[in-house]
C-alpha cells in the first residue's frame, strides 16, 4: 500500500496510507528514494498558517480574498524536491526507462504516477541520488541571484543562511560576486563562510545587520538577498544597500511586517525592493530563462562540483519518522540544516 506524508490538523503530521495511482498513457510510476523537506514553505502548512489554508486565492484576478479556503486540512502530497526510480512506464513512453532514477516534484509520498515528460531530462546519478533532492530549493536559489542581478565585482549581503541562503551565497560566489552573509545561528555562519562567503555577519533581533555591512564595504553592498521571511531583516537589507540599490524579497514572510520601515533608507536611498518567486523568472531576462532553465542550470551546477549540496544535508530520517522531525523544525532546533525524508525504496542507496 503506497503512503503518503499528511498534515491533518496544525501541528499533527504522519505518514498514513492512501490509494496508489494508475498508469495513464504518457506516464511513468516511480518509487520514491528521497524527498527533502524545505522548511520555510513546509512549517506553513505545519503550523497552519498558509494563506490558502485561511483565504481564497482567485487565480484570475490574482488575489487573495475573503471566503473558504482554498484548500483545507487534511493537506497531503506536500513537498517539491524528490528523487525516485522509474518503475513502470505506460505502453507509449520511450523514455525515461524502468530502472532509472530520476528527481523531480511529486511530494512527499512513497509512489507517483508523473508525466514522462516532466521527469524525461532530469535523470539523475544514483550514485549521489540525494543531492538530486535539491533541485526545487537551488531554482530558488538561483533565482534569486538572477533577480539580484549579482555579476562579477558586485559585493552581494545574502540575509538568511538556511539551506536556499547558503545555495544563493554560493551561487552568488560562482556568478563572481563578494558575498556577505547574514544569520543569527553561528554554525550557519560558518556553513556560509564554507560555501565562499567573504565576510559573515552575525544578527542581532534588535537590528545592526544593515550599518555593519555598510561599515564592511564602505557604503553599502550593490544588492541584497533576503530568505529568511522576516521583516526585520528585511528592513535590515533595505539599510544595506548602496543609493539605488537592490533588495531581493525571496523569503516567504508570513502576516504583517511591522518592521519594515519605508520612510527611512527605503524612501531617502531610493532603493528597489523586487518579488523573487519560483513560479517566474526576473522580467528582464525575457523568454531565454523558465523553471526548467533555473533546474538545468542549477543541477549542472551540482554535477560538476562547483555546489557541494549533498553538505548541506544533516538529517536522513526515515519517513514514517516525519512527525519528529517536523517538530524539531518548528521549534527551530538549530542542528538542523537539510532534513530529508528516506523511503523504503531507498535501502541500500547514498
Known amino acids: 500500500m503506497p503512503e503518503v506524508v499528511s498534515f ?12 496508489p ?16 523537506i524545505s522548511a520555510g514553505t513546509e512549517l506553513t502548512a505545519y503550523r ?15 488575489l487573495f480574498v475573503e471566503g473558504d479556503p482554498t484548500f483545507g486540512y487534511p493537506v497531503q502530497g506536500w513537498g517539491y524536491s524528490e528523487v525516485g526510480e522509474v518503475v513502470e512506464v505506460a505502453a507509449d513512453v520511450g523514455s525515461p526507462a524502468v530502472g532509472q532514477v530520476v528527481h523531480g516534484i511529486w511530494g512527499h509520498r512513497s509512489e507517483a504516477v508523473v508525466s514522462a515528460a516532466a521527469v524525461r531530462d532530469r535523470v539523475w546519478n544514483a550514485d549521489d541520488a540525494i543531492s538530486g533532492t535539491f533541485a526545487r530549493v537551488g531554482s530558488i536559489a538561483l533565482n534569486a541571484v538572477l533577480a539580484a542581478e549579482a555579476q562579477l565585482g558586485d559585493r552581494v549581503a545574502v540575509f538568511g543562511q538556511g539551506v536556499i541562503g547558503l ?11 563578494e558575498v556577505v552573509a547574514v544569520d543569527t545561528v553561528p554554525e550557519r555562519l560558518e556553513a556560509a563562510r564554507a560555501m565562499g562567503a567573504a565576510e ?10 544593515g550599518a555593519a555591512i555598510r561599515a564592511w564595504c564602505d557604503g553599502g553592498v550593490d544588492s541584497a538577498i533576503e530568505l529568511s521571511g522576516n521583516d526585520r531583516a528585511l528592513h535590515e537589507a533595505v ?5 539605488d540599490g537592490t533588495v531581493v524579497a525571496s523569503g ?28 517566474g523568472t526576473p522580467v528582464r531576462l525575457g523568454p531565454r530563462w523558465d523553471q526548467p532553465r533555473l533546474v538545468r542550470t542549477f543541477m549542472e551546477q551540482v554535477r560538476r562540483g562547483r555546489v557541494d549540496a549533498r553538505s548541506l544535508v ?24 537539510q532534513a530529508v525524508l528516506r523511503f523504503p525504496a531507498a535501502s541500500g542507496t547514498t
Open 239 to 243: 539599510r544595506s544597500v548602496v543609493v
Open 167 to 177: 545555495l544563493a551565497t554560493r551561487l552568488a560566489v560562482v556568478s563572481g560576486a
Open 200 to 209: 559573515v555577519v552575525i544578527a542581532s533581533v534588535d537590528g545592526g545587520a
Open 8 to 19: 491533518a490538523a496544525p501541528y499533527d503530521v504522519a505518514l498514513v496510507p492512501c490509494d
Open 48 to 62: 497552519g498558517s498558509n494563506p490558502y489554508l485561511t483565504r481564497t486565492w482567485d487565480p484570475e484576478r490574482r
Open 252 to 279: 516567504f514572510y508570513q502576516g504583517g511586517a511591522e518592521h519594515l520601515r519605508l520612510g527611512e533608507e527605503f524612501h531617502h536611498n531610493r532603493v528597489r525592493i523586487v518579488a523573487s518567486q519560483i513560479a
Open 314 to 337: 544533516t538529517d536522513v530520517v526515515e519517513a514514517a519518522d516525519v512527525a519528529a522531525v517536523f517538530e524539531r523544525l518548528d521549534r527551530g532546533d538549530p542542528s538542523i540544516l
Open 21 to 36: 495511482q494508475p498508469l495513464v498513457p504518457g506516464s511513468v510510476r516511480l518509487r520514491t528514494w528521497y524527498s527533502g
